[in-house]
């Protein structure tokens, strides 16, 4: 029966075939339709599909090198970052590939749309029936059982031999969107505590302030007061930020800073709405620990609506072109929700990953939480192999796991949840080779199998994560998470480039060459570790490990390193 069927529509398709005067080759194809989707019937022909093409870049390598260059501490052009022209240069497609796509759009009666400062993505309005014609593909309805989010996607895709080396990829074709969506790696609602609690001036292991903050890293709470000092917040999903809660959380824990409010950006039809009852868990926890933290530093809270130009990626890659058509990006960008790498497609991936390349390479330090599942991704799941998350798998950023206090003198241990391991689609990075060696040599056989040794490892640095205190609709509440992680990290590198633009000096950009050139400024957390896939994950150890990283930070010893 089921034989006869697929005879019956090999020769079904074989009929319809269009004589083919040109010839393609399959760009990027999948095997199997991911866990939860299932097809459930033929895309309507006359569906507008919006798709994104994205242009060979001219000079990728040469973005890289020259990203390492201005932030590897010991390079003659150490600090010397690029301006948005020095960027587009690299990332500018080529006449030649610029012209072939063009030739090609007309020739197939298309008219695009530039959407990245660069020119290297296009955006195409394609009916079903055409977009089937001319990339040989077959885009059909998928269906997530659970959620039932629907998605026209295709299995396969070709592009004619003449674009080859000059259009890198066409999305959303094989890549599906994530079911749930793009996740804040906060530890909500479960562990979020309805209590109220009186401002501590020390430490507690039950509660964490920002003056506890402050007193174990040593960060000072003198104002910092460079203007031109920028620090991004990046927000999602609907997640508001709350300026009464702010200013409530100000005035319980930080009364110094009474009256510090933040800037408001926005994206992609993105808002920052004040009811109070919309007030969001991670938005007020990410403004609350970095406008509490980063003392006078101008934070900015980036506002991601939901109209995505960047289809499966939730506006991860529209937030990154917003800011890389600034002059004057922020030197800080701290983002608190992720993804599992493999609900992500490697070309996808590759181009966001290189997207953090270059707005490093303008200057800014990019910070994500590393997730909160352990070694089973942003959020606990069941699975057999350890789940990377991203994009923690991604070189060109900075990672953030997390730590808990073990007394109120502020001894940290690992926190079970934070995230760390191996990517499956980036080699390991230099500047990290060998401390990444060490550990894996450390532990022998430990969970061999389970994870790519030749990824890039992460998390690269950590910071306190459990039990702090926020306000969110007016209550002070606990929450845990990574989540709590990246903010806190992000201030003190904030902090550190105030004191370097003070003086003159470039901001640290992309950190973690200069991290890894540092290990001595970190406090190295050695206890704990991060369960997850039915394993006890990695154990944290002396030096790097993959839970917290080099550490938390020392910021006397941080800044002293970046000769301040
Ligand atoms: C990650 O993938 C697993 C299945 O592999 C799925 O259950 C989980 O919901 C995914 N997580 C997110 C954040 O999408
Ligand atoms: C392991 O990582 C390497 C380096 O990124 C990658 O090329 C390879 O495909 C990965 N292996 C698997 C099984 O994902």
Redesign the pocket.
């Known amino acids: 029966m089921v034989s006869k069927l697929l005879i019956f529509s090999a020769l079904f398709s074989l009929a319809l075939a269009k004589p083919t005067a040109r010839s393609m080759k399959v760009r990027e194809s999948r095997q199997n339709v991911?866990?939860?989707f299932v097809r459930t019937g033929a895309a309507a022909p006359d569906t507008e599909l919006k798709l994104r093409i994205a242009l060979v870049q001219s000079d990728p390598e040469g973005l890289v090198d020259a990203l390492y260059a201005v932030s590897t501490p010991g390079s003659a052009s150490y600090g010397e970052h690029l301006s948005k022209e020095e960027v587009e240069k690299f990332v500018t497609p080529t006449a030649q590939s610029s012209e072939a796509v063009d030739a090609w759009l007309q020739q197939v009666g298309l008219s695009a749309t530039a959407i990245s400062p660069a020119g290297d993505w296009l955006s195409v309005s394609v009916p079903v029936s055409k977009a089937n014609e001319i990339f040989d593909a077959d885009f059909a309805v998928y269906t997530h059982s659970e959620t039932g989010k629907q998605a026209i996607r295709t299995m396969s895709y070709s592009i004619p031999d003449a674009l080859e080396g000059h259009l890198d990829f066409v999305h959303p074709t094989i890549s599906f969107p994530?079911?749930?969506?793009?996740?804040p790696v906060i530890s909500t609602p479960d562990n979020l505590q309805n209590r109220a609690i009186e401002p501590l001036a020390t430490c507690s292991t039950t509660a964490v302030t920002p003056a506890c903050i402050q007193s174990i890293y040593g960060i000072p709470s003198t104002k910092a007061t460079q203007k031109t000092n920028g620090l991004g917040v990046s927000g999602f999903i609907d997640q508001f930020a709350n300026s009464a809660d702010l200013k409530t959380f100000l005035s319980k824990f930080r009364t110094d800073l009474a009256g510090t409010t933040f800037a408001l950006q926005t994206l992609d039809g993105g808002s920052n709405s004040q009811t109070p009852s919309q007030a969001g868990i991670e938005a007020n926890l990410d403004i609350q620990y970095t406008v509490g933290v980063a003392s006078g530093v101008p934070v900015t809270f980036i506002s991601v609506g939901n109209n995505f130009q960047d289809g499966d990626l939730g506006g991860f890659l529209d937030i990154i072109n917003f800011l890389l058509g600034e002059s004057n990006p922020p030197q800080v960008l701290t983002t608190s929700y992720?993804?599992?790498e493999?609900?992500i497609s490697r070309s996808l991936a590759n181009n966001l990953c290189n997207a953090y390349a270059q707005l490093g390479a303008r200057g800014t330090s990019i910070l994500f939480a590393s997730g909160d599942g352990g070694v089973s991704?942003?959020?606990s799941?069941?699975?057999t192999k350890f789940?990377p998350t991203f994009p923690s798998g991604c070189p060109f950023m900075t990672s953030v796991g997390a730590t808990q206090l073990t007394s109120s003198s502020g001894a940290e241990t690992a926190a079970t949840f934070s995230s760390g391991g191996f990517s499956n689609y980036f080699g390991i990075p230099s500047y990290q080779s060998s401390v990444v060696s060490s550990y894996l040599s450390s532990i022998g056989s430990t969970n061999s199998g389970k994870f790519n040794t030749s990824g890039r490892a992460f998390p690269d640095v950590a910071a306190i994560g459990v039990d702090l205190e926020i306000v969110v609709d007016g209550r002070t509440e606990t929450v845990d998470g990574t989540s709590c992680s990246s903010p806190v990290f992000s201030s003190v590198i904030s902090l550190i480039n105030d004191a370097l633009i003070a003086e003159g000096k470039s901001p640290l950009g992309f950190l973690n060459p200069f991290l890894y050139a540092n290990p001595s400024a970190f406090n190295d957390i050695t206890t704990g570790d991060n369960p997850g896939c039915n394993t006890n994950g990695f154990k944290a150890a002396k030096g790097w490990d993959p839970v917290t990283g080099l550490g938390t930070p020392n910021f006397a010893k941080l800044k002293a390193a970046a000769g301040v």
């Open positions: 991911p866990a939860g994530s079911p749930k969506g793009l996740r992720g993804d599992n493999s609900d991704g942003g959020q799941q069941s699975c789940v």
